[in-house]
Structure formats: C-alpha cells, structure tokens
C-alpha cells in the first residue's frame, strides 16, 4: 500500500496502523507504539483486563469484508476511556487489510487544536505541489495550441484538479472527525452546479460510449439555499463513481422538487449494480465494492463515505437502491427553500423550433432531455424511431441518442432527414466523439449535453472552436508585489500575472517583502503566501501595517486550517486566497483592487454622478463569463448582503471602532466597483479613506451618510437590471 497507507495513518491524530488478517502491523504511525505492538510484528494479545488488548487480534482475524467496523473499549492507559476501532481495507494489490485505529472517548479543546493544526500542515504539504501543477496547466490552457495537444494538457488539467480532489475529500473526512467542518448558506444556482459536474466527464463517458445528461426539472427555481461547494462535492463523488463503474449504457443526473419542504437529486447509471451486503458497507470510509487484485478501478474509497457525511451536515440524506445486474440509483433528499432573490432567465436564449421529437433510450434519459428542451422553450415530444420515420404530425425537430461510429446510424441520420425534408432540423446525440465519427450530417453533438449549447446547435448558432486557448481578459495595468518562498511557485505565479497584464515583482520570503514595500518602489497588491522562511506572511503584514502602509494584502495559503481567515483579517490583511488557483480565481482576486480610484483631494468632494450603477460593467461581466445568469446571482447576493453591511458600518460608527468601519467600508467597495455601483463605491473608498484616528466623528458620519445615500440608487438600479435591461434604464432615470 505504500505512500498512501502511511498518508492515510498519519492523517489520523490519534494511533492507527494498517494491519493484514493475520495481525501483522504494515505501517504504524508514531503515536501507536507505546499502545501496541510495533510494524513488524503481530499483535500481541494480552490478558491485562483490558479488552482491547485481549480481543484485537481475534477481531482482526476474524473480521469480515462484508463486516460494519468493530469497536473495542479500550480503558487501560492511566484509567482515560478510548475506543479501538477495526474496519476492513482494501488495498492495491487485492489483499485483505485491516486498519485499526484508537480515539478518546472526550476530546479535549487541546487535542482537537492539534488535530486541526495537523490537518493544516498534511493539507500545505500536499497542496504546495499540486498548486504548481495547477497553475502550469493553466498556462498551457491559455496559449494556442494543436487540437491533439490541446486534449492532452485538457486530460493533465482534468486528473491534477481529481488529485486535488482526493486531497481535498481526505482533509474534510478528517474535519468531520473533529467536528470542525463548517457548512455555509448561499444561493445554490442549480443548473450550472449538474451541468458543472458532468462537463468534466465528457473524455471518460464517451471513451465507454456512455449517454451522460443531467437536468433539473423546468418547476424548479434557478437558485435554493444551500451550500454550493459542499454539493458540488458530493455531486462530484457520487456522479464520477456512476461514470467511472458504468461500462455501457447511461448516467442520468436529474432534481426534482419532493414534497413541499425537500428536493431530490437523482444519479441513475446502468452500471454492474451494488450486491446486498456492500450496499451496507459503501458510505463506509476507505471501502470499494469490489476489493479483488483484479478489480478494475481505482481510487480510495473515500468519496461516498464523505459524500454521505456531507449530505447529513446540509440536513438531508443520501440512500442507494440497486441489485447486481440492473444498475443503481443513488437519491440525495437536501431541506429545500428558494433563493429569496431568482435570477430572471428572460434574456435566455430560447429554441426558435418549439415541437421536437424525442427519441431516448430509457425513460430517465427521455425524462432528462425532455426537462432540457423544456427550459429551453420547447415543446417536446417523447417518441419511438419508427414513430419518427413514419412521420409525427406537428413536428419539424428531431433529437435522438445513437453513436456517430455506428455505421447503422449514417443510415438512420439519413432516414430522419428525409422524413423532416429540407425546411426540418435534426439532431444527433452521439455517445462518442463526432468528429471521429461516421455520421457528418445532419448536426451532431456529443454528450453530456447542456442546455446553452443545445439551444445553439438547435438554433444554428456557432458554439465555439476546440483548441482555442482558454483565455480570460487581461486587466488594466497595475503592480503587484509576490512573496512565495517556493521557486517553482514564484515563477509560474509570476508569470499568470503577467499574462493578466499587471506588472510583477517577486520575493522569497517575508522579511524582504517588508523592505520591498516600504522601500521606494509603489504597489498596488501584495500576495503573500503564509509560510516562509525567515518571516512568515501574519507577520510581515503586522509590520507593513504598524508602518502605516495601507496597501493591499491578499494572503496565499495552501493550509486547511480552520480560522485561517481570521487570523489573516486580524493580521491586517484584505482578504484571503487558497492553493491551488487557477487563472479565473487569481483574475478576479486582483481585479476589484486594480480598479483606479480618484486622487484624494483635500477641497470639496466630487458630485455624485447621475448613474448609481454602471450597466455597461454589469453586461462587460456577462460578455466575460458568458452566463448572464451567474452575473444576476451575483447581484442577487451583494443585494441580500447589502442590509448587513450598512448595519455593521453604523454599529462600527456608533462605537467608535475605526478598524472595524475601515474593513466593512473596503469590502462594500470592493464588491461594489466589480458590480459597476461606481458612486456607492466612491463613498466607501471616502470612509475607508478617513476612518483613521485624526478624523472626527462628525466627518465620519456624513461620509457614512453619503454611503446610505448611495446606496438607495443602487437598489434600484440593479433591481431594474434583475427585471430587464429595459427596467434598469427606467431606474437609473428616477
């Protein structure tokens, strides 16, 4: 088992080894031998009126894989209570392991502070490599490249963000140990969280010729409240494992409402099936349903165990219903309750053929595609091909699944094209890469599908060319100073920021980025990382800001700490950025700071202009992210966090807390400059400005008033462009 049976030991904080069935220890970590035998040796059992010393290796050897774990009670070390846990393993080479592992019955606020620490240092030890590899595939992603080495750096990007993925689900298996998992509460926009899931999956679904689609019902809202991150998390284990145990057939990813206070996501797949008695072992952690040297597919083990933890910190639950031979279908029920604030899907793109034949094979996939139509503006038709060929009176669009490779399909291609004639439109879905395939008309599209590329190939619009770099817009100038202590990192960094157009200096560590920015050089971003050596980044920014320079601090860490965010803002810093980090993040992280603010003059204060919001920067980021409706969930949530904010800048007014109204003012700002709320955040930039110890209350509150005042034409604007272009004109004018 090697590197990972030793990783998966030490993540542990209490003892824990890996044992076979015969007793022997494989890998131990350094806080199990003073209880146990040592790695090499069998496990002793003693009869010291301790049970777990005298009944562990009998559970050991007599445990079965299809067993639930064992637990001892353990009670012999100073009279302090423990519980000794057996579970079956699985390993690479087909063996039968056991890993036993010992846990205090209470934990004390000490052990569970060295459990989180531990976990932040196993996190940065893995994630320092990864980020490196995620960045230099970024790189590579952005720059023109031959279609055939476009899809190998595309295969490099998919499988190091899994790697990230296996880190990520490890460290969050143990924070749920340690009770220090925290699930949040946002809008969860629906169809670009099942369609982000299934995207990726693309190579692996049609390398087995797998239909992979995923759908919420047209009834539900855009966006329910939830935890976005943590749902992509389990949508991405339970898919990937349907995909990944498929070899034929289809995965079908589907929500639904389910009652008046719940919603269900539905994952079908027409893979091996689960037999009975792993159906009641597979949430547990480290466990595959087939644990043979043959097995055919790798991973960890980890993923439905987490998934299920997960599912039970949103208040929901997650259950499988499968027999051998006839796939499964994993249901994961989540409390539902729409976003207080939908976005509007008017400006959507919509089918300018409405009735359309659908030819399926199964009825969830027919029941996916017909959703998709659905939203689309369809009117769909379910059917069977010989309906089709025989003519449907109404329909002039077909939509069917079949394989471009087929040389079946050519003649089936041509039958539905004859039967439409040359006023119809046809639509393959192929299961395979149509660009390899037999079938060159009518149009041919490749699963999984979504609904923005449906509605354009049915509309007959261009949907983009493969091998174009994936490229995001280059900011306005700018200088950013970097203090990375890993080389590697400082020159793929380095380089990121450059190809966003902002200038870069670079140092090794914290003490010459202190000398750096207060030196006579000017920046208008620092990216610190936290770990260096020589001075750590918290104290570098304690000693840029006792200075008495305000210049912004983004903090790099590759930790998985609790708190990291917080000792960060206490430190002074204006905001907080985790490795690995791609293009877009690191983009979008630099991009509200850079945005020019006006000289400080010390005459009167410029006039409010007459737009409180600039539209044109609202459909600039549209353009950017190509989805208007990601854009108006964002809108959507600087409006619901507005209140909250204006709140916390009158308490910080009240009680004379300058730090606390400089940090809200500058995060108003921030969020307000993206959104193109220009004048309110011109406001903010003026409290942020003068909440120093020289300015008087008086000032303040006015220059907080000023705030209030922006604010109402704010509301109304984006409220205009939440209802429609047109809407927000007739705001802007009031």
């Known amino acids: 088992m090697g590197f990972a049976a030793r990783t998966l030991v030490e993540v542990f904080p209490g003892p824990a080894a890996v044992v076979d069935t015969d007793g022997r220890v494989l890998v131990a970590n350094g806080r199990w031998a003073p209880l146990f035998s040592p790695e090499g040796a069998v496990l002793a059992g003693r009869d010291d009126g301790c049970p777990a010393h005298r009944n562990l290796l009998s559970t050991v050897r007599e445990l079965r894989p299809a067993d639930g774990p064992q ?362 890469d149509p660009r390899t395939g037999l079938v060159r008309k009518p149009g041919v599209l490749t699963a999984p599908l979504v609904l923005a590329r449906l509605v354009a190939t049915l509309n007959q619009e261009r949907t983009g060319v493969r091998g174009a770099p994936v490229t995001v817009p280059r900011l306005e100038g700018g200088r950013v100073l970097l203090a990375e202590d890993n080389d590697v990192n400082r020159t793929v960094f380095k380089r990121m920021i450059e190809l966003l157009g902002v200038e870069c200096d670079t140092v090794a560590d914290g003490a010459a980025a202190v000398e750096a920015l207060l030196g006579p050089a000017t920046y208008d971003i620092v990216l610190m990382d936290l770990q260096m050596p020589r001075m750590d980044g918290l104290e570098a920014t304690r000693r840029i800001r006792a200075a008495g320079d305000l210049t912004v601090v983004l903090a790099l860490t590759a930790t998985a700490l609790q708190g990291d965010k917080e000792r960060c803002l206490a430190a002074g810093m204006n905001g907080h950025l985790s490795k690995p980090i791609t293009l877009p993040e690191l983009r979008a992280a630099l991009e509200p700071y850079l945005a020019r603010e006006p000289e400080s003059d010390p005459g009167p204060e410029p006039p409010v202009p007459e737009d409180p919001v600039d539209l044109e920067k609202l459909h600039e980021l549209e353009r950017q992210l190509e989805d208007r409706a990601l854009v108006e969930i964002t809108v959507n949530t600087f409006l619901a966090q507005l209140d909250g904010r204006r709140t916390a800048l009158a308490e910080a007014l009240r009680n004379h807390d300058h730090d606390a109204l400089r940090a809200t003012a500058h995060t108003l700002k921030s969020s307000s400059a993206l959104l193109g709320a220009d004048p309110l955040a011109e406001a903010c930039a003026r409290v942020e400005r003068n909440a120093t110890a020289g300015t008087s209350e008086e000032e303040l509150a006015g220059l907080v008033e000023s705030v209030e005042n922006a604010v109402a034409g704010t509301v109304r604007v984006m409220a205009g462009y939440l209802a429609g272009d047109e809407g927000a004109h007739r705001a802007a004018q009031l």
């Open 71 to 432: 637990e001892l009670t353990c009670g012999c070390d100073s009279g302090a209570a423990r519980t000794v846990r057996v579970a079956h393993l699985e390993s690479d080479c087909g063996d039968h392991r056991r890993l036993v592992t010992v846990e205090a019955v209470t934990v004390t606020d000490g052990a569970a502070e060295a459990k989180s620490q531990f976990l932040a240092l196993l996190g940065h030890e893995i994630r320092t490599p990864v980020t490196t590899v995620v960045a230099t595939v970024d790189l590579l992603r952005a720059q023109h490249l031959q279609q055939d080495v476009r899809e190998v750096v595309d295969s490099v990007h998919r499988s190091v963000h899994l790697l990230k993925t296996l880190t990520d689900d490890l460290l969050d298996l143990a924070r749920l140990e340690t009770g220090s998992l925290e699930v949040e509460r946002g809008p969860v926009p629906l169809r670009p969280v099942l369609e982000g899931i299934i995207e990726p999956l693309q190579q692996e679904a049609r390398s087995k010729k797998i239909l992979l689609l995923a759908a919420p019902a047209p009834d539900l809202p855009e966006a329910v409240l939830g935890d976005a991150d943590r749902l992509r998390q389990v949508l991405t284990s339970v898919v990937g494992n349907a995909v990944k145990f498929t070899e034929a057939g289809e995965v079908v990813v589907t929500a639904a409402r389910d009652g008046a206070d719940a919603y269900t996501i539905t994952v079908s797949d027409t893979g091996p099936g689960i037999a009975e008695p792993d159906l009641r072992r597979i949430f547990a952690p480290f466990v595959q349903a087939d644990s043979t040297a043959a097995r055919r597919h790798e991973g960890a083990g980890l993923g439905l165990a987490l998934a299920g933890r997960l599912v039970e910190c949103m208040g929901g639950t997650i259950e499988v219903e499968s027999e051998p031979g006839r796939g499964a279908q994993f249901r994961i029920r989540l409390p539902y309750e729409p976003a207080p604030i939908q976005p509007d899907t008017d400006s959507r793109p919509q089918l300018a053929r409405r009735r359309v034949a659908v030819v399926a094979p199964s009825p969830r996939s027919e029941l996916a595609l017909t959703w998709l139509l659905i939203s689309g503006g369809a009117d769909p038709v379910p059917a069977r091909f010989d309906d089709v060929i025989a003519g449907i009176a109404g329909v002039d669009t077909v939509l069917w699944c079949d394989d471009a490779h087929d040389e079946e399909a050519v003649h089936r291609a041509d039958a539905v094209a004859k039967v439409l004639g040359p006023n119809g439109r046809a639509l393959m879905i192929s299961t395979t």
